[in-house]
């Protein structure tokens, strides 16, 4: 391999990349990643950031790509190194993010011998990632050449494809590793020019439309949809954010109220909130109400629900169940019997819309007709209520409470801000907390796996690419677990706020099972706080300020200005609100046991109309 | 799946891996691995220690099991936990450090189908662990606990086998995940009895002796070398500190001096350093001493050595190669031709010294006699010049140097002690500047994958079990890499001196051609200092301090000192040397200079002298 042709192979490589729709590469540092390195480096159509820790960056790039909704690349040398992406991989799979993981390699000769800094990198992320390939050594051919710029509009086509999530190029080089010639320049390459005066066409590039519904299925699901009063539309975790509008006009269509996960991107934003719950993780919960109002339908789009008390009253009514989850999803935990739709939400919602506007004429008043206003009125008006005593109960509170930062933003931020919660307590807090606006607040976390891990390093990638404010709400130890982050950013100097509930340890435990059995005396030994509480007792303002961030220590009095002050401001703060695990469990007892009086006094509240046919609401 | 099955099962799984040998365990909190997290706190034969971060738990381990040569469990919860234990899990399969990954899983009726924390975790380390297997839920049955037990055995015997590694048990639970009835009482568990006084045998375990050459392949290998004077033994990076002692036999036997990476355990300990040499790295180099004293036939212990010069020599001389690596090793990056010798090191090293007895008498004096002795004087001869040389070098320096810690350690340190060298600058500084001594410190680093990720973890882990005080030497950017080290050293409170090179930023990258030809006018854009300078202007100090460590700034007159007072503390010491890149290029050069000066100048340096027969030294 010439460094000649080292450079035309990593040039064309890249140039693709550009024309397929990448515009931003993560970069972390490496010898043997030098040709790639510098060619990303130098294509003026890139925004790079180097960044040292690669799980970090991995988590970076997922935050980047999550909230602009573009395919990253993400660039490590041999080793190691790219081993620590595989957590951000991982999880970019099941969240469905497009991510361009590419790995530099030893050639052939220099693979399972002992060489340095060499691993068996072949399908490294095994089943995680959606495509695995490797590129040939520069050789100087046109076949070669040919097939590694097709690679990468493949590679492009496939981590942005239906499901997105990522894809791995293996590339392996020989030395020597600095190619010369002129890499900045980017003459124009070979390749099919169709026209398209924003820079030409990717060589290989995937035309796709959205998957639809033929006209028989449509019609099918709609006379069932019709002939069934009490339905409800559950709006689980969603990769991108275009399918609010049609998701809310299906609900207004069939008069079912939409269980909006705080994920779905369907409580906030300027689509019509008339039939989206934000309180739907207390309406859920066992009760007199919830055990006069289950549901006969259900249809669920994107992922699985945030809410545990969601999932079980699914488990519990045994609705029929459609689950609208893109091409191939089949994400369903109930264990209930389901019809799995595989086409495009938005498209199916719409399409359903329309085929119910003759099944269900909005004047109709037939018993059916006037069952389904009597549901619709009783979901929202739970909700209503639900929604008025939470407020006044946070109001009325007068001490630190994990869920207040998610009840204040939506009132601090506007159009294209950003919330990124922690995935332990904080996405159940914002499940909890969130209220619906119509402000366009994107609502992000890390909820494909799950992890605690990097999710101070992904709102710092999402705070590298949007156009508002970025705030993060995460817990402490979700906060140690990625002090990488602190690092990264330093490097990377993007604008983001950090709210840490500090309960000094692991608060979610204490709604398990294990905080409840384990104890002196019912036969297992006291190992609760030393296994599941896990107090650190790590002072978290000098950490911040150590790496040169902003730390402030925030109480419930003084957290709303603090969060407004912080949001303008460039750089990392770090807002600390301190609280206690056992008195957290006690406060969401007492939230939660409000709102369920208050659903209980509701309209749809009284044994008397439970349920009884052509009482209007 | 009853509470108290679930009890029997991970009852019985933990009480085989203590019988198969496990005497610690790392657990990271989680909700799913609570059956095997209380059940390996609750035993008495065990130490457990409860880390936050599994990345850095992960090389905390390592760092463990590669001080104590003990196997270490490591337990994660399901999801990207497990994943996160993945760089340590690949650099402990190339180094051959045996770990036993305990992985919770959902059941199977969870799993790909969209549930909480949920991903695919069979086989999730692919190729690199030694064994991967599913433990069964726990259903009652004898069959399934027989099943279990005998996983654990075989488990750790895998773990422990040639060569030693990780294995990955991924084990499914159903809730109720909190076991009933009593998991610390330990009754004596059904299983074979052997009489064994301190405990019983494991259910299943593996008797296992070294694999030895037979007499004839001995006595060929040995008329070759017993007819080739001009022989080398190159002790590369070796797993288990039980070979040198016959390794340094073989040399006596052989008159082969012994070019001694610093980790393979044979520049340091008790048995004969006669024939070790410590500059090798330096006798290596290209010019025309080591032209007149290229070798005919090297015999290569363990790993690919760290020093580039040696691997240089090696494909330039292109000598006769026997490659002693273990069972299965085809370690060998060299592209030689050669011979692996696949049976244990130690034993093969002294089974060869047996056959040489009789083939090179002592006083012989016929000319293959004359020749041999001459070869060995003059390496050693050449050694000791260099090794003089580049001591008075450092001594007159009256500047940081980056390899001064390795020269000073020695002499501070004694036995029992732990040095542990970061994988880029360090480690190639430890194998220049690590001279022999007859103490009994052990010499350590990941070279497995040659990572800087996750160092100091493993550093620390080594001081949860080593018996004398340890030293870790690492570059700004390694510490950087592996901040939640500093949150596991508040967590597990070990006494570790960690000195950091800090050079702000790659300082390896000045070595490599990438320093030399990336700058302006040689048609490549000025990207150095962004892709692999990467300066990133972080005080240390305020983060150490920050998370309650100590920290102090040495320079070349304080460092012993401060050495000296650091291992005699508690807790995590932090010693920062500032150094230059481009200074500390100059000043390996100008060592290398007066080395190779002298080097000429020793007695096997003399034209007259070259390889000339029958000249005695």
Chains 1, 2 share one sequence.
């Not at 689980?236 to 909006?260: D, H, K």
């Not at 099972?513 to 650190?536: C, K, M, N, S, W």
Request: proline share 8%.
């Amino acid at each position: 391999m010439t460094a000649q042709a080292l450079s035309v192979l990593v040039r064309a490589f890249v140039e693709e990349l550009v024309r397929a729709g990448v515009r931003e590469a993560v970069i972390c540092p490496g010898s043997r990643s030098t040709p790639l390195a510098l060619a990303l480096a130098a294509h003026d159509g890139l925004d790079t950031r180097v960044l040292i820790d690669e799980r970090s960056a991995g988590f970076f790039a997922l935050g980047m790509a999550r909230t602009s909704e573009r395919p990253i690349v993400l660039l490590a040398t041999s080793g190691t190194a790219v081993v620590n992406f595989a957590p951000a991989v991982v999880e970019a799979s099941l969240a469905r993010v497009p991510l361009v993981v590419v790995t530099a390699d030893r050639p052939a000769e220099l693979r399972d011998r002992g060489a340095p800094q060499t691993i068996d990198q072949v399908r490294l992320y095994g089943s995680h990632v959606r495509w695995s390939t490797e590129l040939p050594l520069a050789d100087d051919t046109p076949e070669t050449l040919a097939h590694v710029r097709s690679v990468a509009g493949r590679a492009v086509a496939t981590a942005l494809g239906s499901p997105a999530g990522p894809v791995h190029v293996n590339a392996p080089f020989r030395e020597p590793l600095v190619p010369t010639g002129t890499l900045g320049a980017w003459p124009e390459l070979p390749g099919p020019d169709r026209g398209d005066p924003a820079g030409g066409h990717a060589f290989s590039e995937a035309t796709r439309g959205p998957r639809r519904l033929s006209r028989a299925d449509l019609a099918r699901m709609a006379d069932r949809i019709a002939a069934t009063p009490r339905g409800l539309i559950v709006a689980g975790p969603m990769e991108t954010s275009g399918a609010a509008e049609a998701i809310a006009g299906l609900a207004v269509a069939t008069g079912y109220p939409i269980l909006a996960d705080p994920l779905s991107g369907m409580r906030t934003g300027p689509h019509d909130l008339s039939h989206v719950l934000a309180r739907g993780d207390q309406l859920a919960r066992p009760g007199p109400w919830i055990d006069r109002h289950l549901p006969d339908l259900v249809i669920r789009f994107g992922a699985m629900p945030t809410s545990k008390p969601l999932v079980e009253l699914l488990r519990h009514a045994q609705p029929a169940l459609y689950v609208v989850d893109g091409d191939a999803g089949w994400r369903e935990a109930t264990l209930l019997p389901a019809e799995f739709v595989h086409a495009d939400g938005a498209a199916t919602a719409s399409d359903l819309a329309g085929a119910l506007v003759l099944r269900i004429p909005p004047g109709d008043d037939d018993e059916i007709a006037v069952q389904r206003r009597k549901w619709t009125g009783d979901w929202l008006a739970a909700e209503a209520a639900a929604d008025r005593t939470m407020r006044a109960w946070l109001a009325d509170l007068d001490e630190p409470f994990e869920g207040a930062p998610f009840a204040l933003l939506p009132e601090i931020l506007s159009d294209d801000a950003v919330v990124w919660a922690g995935s332990s307590m904080p996405v159940r807090d914002l499940d909890g907390w969130l209220p619906t606006t119509q402000r366009a607040i994107r609502i992000e976390a890390n909820r494909g796996a799950n992890g605690i891990d990097g999710v101070m390093s992904a709102a710092l990638g999402a705070a590298a690419v949007a156009r508002g404010p970025v705030v993060l709400v995460l817990g402490d130890l979700s906060f140690l677990h990625d002090l990488g982050a602190l690092v990264t950013a330093r490097i990377a100097d993007v604008p983001l706020t950090v709210v840490v509930i500090n309960n000094d340890g692991g608060g979610i435990f204490s709604f398990l099972p294990q905080a409840a059995t384990i104890a002196p005396g019912v036969g297992l030994p006291d190992r609760y706080e030393q296994l599941f509480g896990t107090p650190h007792g790590i002072a978290l303002g000098p950490i911040v300020e150590g790496l040169g961030h902003r730390h402030r220590l925030v109480d419930e009095r003084s957290l709303a200005a603090a969060l407004g002050d912080a949001i303008r401001q460039s750089g990392l703060t770090v807002l600390e609100l301190r609280t206690d695990r056992p008195r957290n469990v006690e406060l969401h007892r007492q939230a939660a046991a409000a709102a369920a009086a208050a659903i209980a006094r509701s309209s749809g509240g009284g044994p008397e109309a439970a349920g009884a046919p052509g009482v209007s609401s």
